[in-house]
């Protein structure tokens, strides 16, 4: 039972460097989510996607490119890194999706991936 | 907009101790609140919700009551243990997720 599966853990890129975030769920959601944790700054969203087919940013999309590329699969991409971009990144999903209100929007989250940037 | 606001962490206390943690909100109409628990070097996962005023969330101990008229969803715990050591989100679901900025709980033997 794996829930959410984020790909990879750990990463070090230099400045200008490419590299993708890969993440995957396997509870059927409709909804997926990457968000970027930062000390004292909680949780912000980078993008969202409330369905298979369909992407939105979020608070803090600049940087970063989205790839909902089936139900289960939605990637992160930084195509320049820059070390502002230094962070834990957490991959989510839901049933459904924001703007419900309703008790059945709870996410189930990745375990994570640190990037460095130098 | 919509918004919460969690006391500032760390909250550092003895086990056994009682714990509160506060979150207020500000939303229209009628959100659903949570509170969410990450354990060192893990992802979030929820620990309770509620959907409706009055509505208590309850989960390992922990207990949180949907205040309408306080706009508020405080965590409590009577006794607390060194595993309860993580970081704590209080969010709201209403047109969109809100997160709380996290609290962080230390719990000494």
């Known amino acids: 039972n794996a829930g959410v599966t984020q790909t990879p853990k750990f990463q070090v890129l230099k400045t200008g460097q490419s590299m993708t975030l890969q993440c995957a769920q396997d509870m059927n959601h409709n909804s997926m989510y990457w968000y970027r944790q930062d000390p004292g700054m909680g949780l912000r969203l980078i993008y969202y996607s409330a369905s298979e087919g369909t992407t939105d940013k979020g608070e803090v999309p600049n940087g970063y490119n989205v790839s909902r590329l089936n139900k289960r699969e939605f990637s992160l991409r930084l195509e320049s890194a820059a070390p502002s971009q230094t962070s834990v990144y957490f991959c989510a999903s839901s049933e459904v999706g924001q703007g419900w209100g309703s008790g059945a929007n709870v996410l189930t989250f990745g375990a994570g991936s640190r990037l460095t940037v130098l | 907009g919509d918004s919460v606001t969690q006391m500032e962490g760390p909250v550092t206390l003895s086990e056994e101790a009682f714990l509160t943690i506060n979150c207020t909100y500000t939303a229209t109409g009628y959100p659903s609140l949570f509170w969410y628990v990450q354990y060192p070097g893990e992802g979030l996962q929820l620990l309770l919700k509620a959907t409706k005023a009055d509505d208590k969330g309850s989960n390992k101990g922990f207990e949180a009551t949907y205040r309408k008229e306080t706009t508020s969803f405080h965590l409590e715990k009577g006794s607390v243990q060194v595993s309860d050591s993580a970081v704590y989100f209080c969010?709201?679901?209403?047109?969109?997720?809100?997160w709380g900025a996290g609290t962080k709980l230390i719990i000494k033997p």
């Open positions: 969010a709201l679901s209403n047109y969109q997720l809100i």
